[in-house]
Structure formats: structure tokens, C-alpha cells
């Protein structure tokens, strides 16, 4: 049997990074709690990203929760969400008893269409917070989503998950919201093997939650809790794990662009095949390279194809509005819903940065097999 393609597997520095900061976390003892690898993380990727505070977290879903609840965000309000997204997006929403009204997403961008959101807020006015989503490392319409936010007052989240690596107009996503949160899940960007950060402009409100993620311990000799609080923060060990991948980042992002324009020129001719669209605004970092099928072959039929040969692709993502536990609450879109026809049409393809060229070739092959045999 040929040896597995992956969608997006872990891939640790070829120079052995992650496992001197992991050393140096043993030899110290500091395996817990925190420790000189969890403060440089925090340190480290607020600075590759510009952004002036950092609180690394157990996961990305803990740093989305803790940017609702910095917000204020509580029982009965009213939370603007990209219904394209993964449930992590969502989910902390309901953790803070509020209600998500899911948002469209624009053909342009594949992210929140900003008159989608116009049209939210002319029906609920006074919602609390807006989160957006830069899937697949795309990164949103910021500008426009801005001004909305603006115009209505009411603060931006930026959920970054995939997009560590992305820049709009120059500036790394994740930081034009009030909140900007990443993830080391395993198969994102760069892994930790399971981690999160949460960034802000706001060093006071990163502290608070800190507070929060540590238990909402009182600083007293004693155990003193005024607060509600969660056992949310990284450990010291994964964090060694993800100082070591952020100086591999470049090189993974330069990787998953080489894997996105292989493709480009390899499958562009095929009929009904159409690659997710890059904006002249976009860098983004290629996380995973999405198609849309709109011929006959549908997707499916090219996972199943792709399976045979031990190569792993996937869906795009099921949009939130169309999941059994979120479809009771409201959707706004402009007459077509874009969110479900990209999830119907969408395919990731494999994009794990430790793929030759002949495993790229192997990719190509069998999809080309596919259109022949039409
Ligand atoms: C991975 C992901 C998350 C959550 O990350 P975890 O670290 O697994 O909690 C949130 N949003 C999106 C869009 C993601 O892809």
C-alpha cells in the first residue's frame, strides 16, 4: 500500500526546535505550572504579529470564550456570527447564554458578507459583538466589516484559527478586532498539539482574563474566588512545543502557498473546478487549499476517488444555520445562501506541508483520472 497522504498533519522544525524548549521545560522542572516557555510564547507571537498583549490558552475555543466574556457578552445578548465556520466559532456563545444570529458569507471572500451583517444589524440593532472567521487562512473584508462595527458601536472578535500567517493590507489578521484568537490544534498552521492564544491592544483586558483562566484566583496566601473562573491556561511544556514552531512558521506558510499554486497549475484547466479566491488585498498563509465543484463531479465522488489511493481530503466546512443543534436560530443572508452552496461545492484539498512533489503529482493524477473517466 503507497504510504497515507494527510489533509494537515503535525510537522515539527526538520532542526529540532520544539524539543530543546520541551528540554529546557524538564530540566528546569518548570513541567508546571506555566513557566519562562508559556511567557515567551505570549511574548513571542504577540510580537510576530504586532499586537501588544497575549494569553496563551488551552485552546483556541478557551480564547474565543474568554473574548466574549471580556466583552461582556452574557445571557440574552444577541451575538453576530459567520455561519461558514467550525462549531469552535460558535459554541462559546452558548457558553455565556447568549444567542448567536448566524451571517452569510460573500462569494468574494468566502467570509462574512459585510452587507449580510448591514442587514443583521437593521433587524437587531442592539447586538452585542460581531465574531468574523478567516477560514482557510483568507482573510475577511476587514475594512468594510470595520466601518459596520463602527457605525453601530459594537466590538469586533476576529477568529484567527487558520489564519496565523495571513495578512490583510499588510497587517497580520487577528488584529484589527477588539480580540484576535488562534489555535495549535493538530492540524492547524503550527500545533502545540492542542493550545490556543488570545491577543488584544487591551493589556488590561488580557490580564483580566488571565484572571479568569487561572481560576479567578484572588492573589491572597489562601484560596479566595469572588469570580467565576476556568482552568483555561497552556501548559508549560506545549508552549516549548509552539516557540519552537513559530520560528517555522514562514517556512510553512511559504510551503502551503507552494502546495496552493501546484495545484493552480496542475488541475486549472479541469472543467467545473474552481480554486477559492484570492483577494489583490489577501496574503494569506494557504492553510488548506479549497476547491469548488460545479459540474457534474461532485464532491464526493473526488474524496471517495482520492480515498482509494490512501489520500485524505474533506468537506468544507458545514455552515453553522445548517447543523441540527444551532438551526433554531436566525440566519440573515442576501436571497442566495453562499454559506451552504460553498459547503455543497467544497472540497479541501491535501495540504500538509510535508508532501513532496511526487505526493502533490500522485494528488493531480487521480483527480485528472477522475475528469478522464467522465
Ligand atoms: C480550529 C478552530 C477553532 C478552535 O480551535 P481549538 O484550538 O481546537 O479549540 C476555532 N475556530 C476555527 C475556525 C477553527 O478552525
Same mark, same amino acid.
Request: glycine share 10%; no cysteine; charged share 0%.
Given at each position: 500500500m503507497t504510504e497515507r497522504i494527510y489533509l494537515s498533519s503535525p510537522h515539527m522544525s526538520e532542526e529540532g526546535y520544539e524539543m530543546e524548549y520541551v528540554k529546557q521545560a524538564f530540566e528546569s522542572n518548570?513541567?508546571?505550572? !506555566?513557566?519562562e516557555n508559556v511567557n515567551q510564547f505570549e511574548k513571542e507571537l504577540a510580537e510576530k504579529v504586532g499586537s501588544k498583549a497575549a494569553l496563551a490558552l488551552s485552546s483556541g475555543t478557551a480564547a474565543i470564550h474568554l473574548a466574549l466574556k471580556a466583552l461582556g457578552v452574557g445571557e440574552g445578548d444577541i451575538v453576530f456570527c459567520q455561519? !461558514?465556520?467550525?462549531a469552535a466559532t460558535a459554541n462559546p456563545i452558548i457558553y455565556q447564554h447568549a444567542t448567536p444570529v448566524f451571517i452569510d458569507s460573500d462569494p468574494e471572500t468566502w467570509n462574512m458578507s459585510p452587507d449580510a451583517l448591514e442587514k443583521a444589524f437593521e433587524k437587531y440593532p442592539n447586538a452585542k459583538a460581531v465574531i468574523i472567521v478567516h477560514l482557510y487562512g483568507l482573510s475577511a473584508d476587514i475594512d468594510r466589516i470595520l466601518e459596520i462595527c463602527q457605525k453601530y458601536n459594537v466590538p469586533l472578535i476576529e477568529d484567527a484559527a487558520e489564519s496565523l500567517g495571513s495578512y490583510y493590507k499588510g497587517k497580520h489578521t487577528g488584529t484589527f478586532g477588539e480580540f484576535g484568537t488562534f489555535s495549535f490544534n493538530g492540524n492547524k498552521i503550527i500545533t502545540t498539539s492542542g493550545g490556543g492564544m488570545l491577543v488584544s491592544d487591551d493589556a488590561e483586558k488580557i490580564e483580566k482574563a488571565r484572571f479568569w483562566a487561572t481560576q479567578s484566583r484572588e492573589p491572597a496566601r489562601h484560596y479566595e474566588h469572588k469570580e467565576l473562573g476556568y482552568n483555561y491556561r497552556m501548559s508549560n511544556v506545549l508552549a516549548g512545543i509552539g516557540r519552537g514552531q513559530l520560528k517555522v512558521l514562514d517556512q510553512r506558510v511559504a510551503k502551503k502557498k507552494y502546495i496552493f499554486e501546484f495545484y493552480k497549475r496542475e488541475l486549472g484547466g479541469l472543467e467545473g473546478l474552481e480554486f477559492m479566491p484570492v483577494n489583490e488585498w489577501n496574503e494569506p498563509n494557504y492553510w488548506l487549499s479549497a476547491i469548488q465543484l460545479t459540474g457534474d463531479i461532485r464532491p464526493i465522488d473526488l474524496i471517495e476517488a482520492l480515498e482509494k489511493e490512501n489520500i485524505e481530503s474533506r468537506p468544507v466546512w458545514k455552515p453553522m444555520h445548517l447543523q441540527p443543534f444551532y438551526e433554531k436560530y436566525d440566519y440573515i443572508h442576501l436571497g442566495t445562501d453562499v454559506a451552504a452552496e460553498l459547503f455543497e461545492n467544497g472540497v479541501c484539498l491535501p495540504s500538509d506541508t510535508k508532501m513532496t512533489d511526487e505526493d502533490l503529482h500522485r494528488v493531480c493524477e487521480t483527480i485528472k483520472e477522475l475528469w478522464a473517466k467522465r
Open positions: 518548570w513541567i508546571a505550572p !506555566l513557566g455561519s !461558514l465556520t467550525f
